[in-house]
């Protein structure tokens, strides 16, 4: 199994700054592609941000600009600088990785973390 924990949520005010970070440890070998995704109040959860092993990321056209992601694979961990935060970016933000457990193993396990919370507003 692996766990997901999560930091860095809060209320920040439009403008603002935020720094979200998910650190992935349990049955571990290698950790693929590593996400943000976010949930708002009705409606469904949308993709921020992804980045590959090799450091290739992809963007929601919404965050574009505006936010970065970063990963450290020596610590498994993900990063989501968030800038310029916009009170349409409150929502549910969950840490997505894919893991292969073992070395002799050709399956990719996708996992969720638990959410943290980001609230943009005055």
């Known amino acids: 199994q692996v766990q997901l924990v999560e930091s860095g949520g809060g209320l920040v005010q439009p403008g603002g700054s935020l720094r979200l970070s998910c650190v992935a440890s349990?049955?571990?070998?290698?950790?693929?592609?590593m996400g943000w995704y976010r949930q708002a109040p009705g409606k469904e959860r949308e993709l921020v941000a992804t980045i590959t092993r090799d450091a290739s990321s992809n963007f929601a056209d919404s965050v574009k600009g505006r936010f970065t992601i970063s990963r450290d694979n020596a610590k498994n961990t993900v990063y989501l600088q968030m800038n310029s935060l916009k009170p349409e970016d409150t929502a549910v933000y969950y840490c997505y990785v894919e893991v292969a457990a073992t070395w002799y193993t050709t399956t990719v396990t996708g996992y969720w973390g638990q959410g943290t919370q980001v609230t943009v507003s005055d």
């Open positions: 349990g049955s571990i070998f290698r950790v693929y592609t």
